[in-house]
């Protein structure tokens, strides 16, 4: 079974489309003037496309505007399977997002490292306050990748 099968028609048609194009997900999220770990959740359906960004990707990748609409209209909200039994407050939102953009991050780690993994054992983990934003706070995460090998 292909990745693709579980995911509405408009995502594996833009799948589809990325890959026979050979974009990445920045070049795509430049185009549509969005992040492109938003713009990769967005094609594994964990992210709802405005108007706007079904039109532009709909010209980028020359498809039907109209078919794509009506594929996403179909579809639903977009797939959010996350923390099934929160604990911990402070800590499950966190696990929440790494949950919901999983196959965005993934794939956009691929595509700018190379088939691998994030080594737990050298993570670096900081909380920051963001300043001069009202109640906001960053968490960094930092790690070697490393890169699988064949033998």
């Not at 990745?3 to 799948?15: E, F, G, Q, R, Y």
């Not at 999220?29 to 960004?53: C, I, M, N, Q």
Request: hydrophobic share 40%; glycine share 2%.
């Amino acid at each position: 079974m292909n990745s693709t099968d579980k995911l509405p028609p408009a995502c594996a048609k833009l799948l589809h489309e990325k890959v026979r194009r050979k974009l990445t997900f920045a070049q795509i999220s430049a185009e549509l003037s969005r992040d492109e770990v938003w713009t990769a959740a967005l094609f594994y359906g964990r992210a709802s496309p405005t108007h706007k960004d079904i039109h532009q990707l709909a010209s980028l990748l020359s498809l039907s505007a109209e078919t794509l609409e009506e594929d996403f209209h179909m579809a639903g909200p977009p797939i959010r399977d996350i923390c099934d039994n929160p604990t911990n407050l402070v800590v499950a939102p966190f696990s929440d997002a790494i949950k919901l953009y999983e196959p965005a991050i993934r794939s956009v780690l691929v595509e700018k490292m190379g088939d691998g993994a994030v080594s737990t054992p050298h993570m670096k983990v900081r909380v920051e306050k963001i300043e001069n934003r009202h109640n906001e706070v960053r968490l960094i995460l930092e790690s070697k990748y490393v890169p699988y090998q064949s033998w």
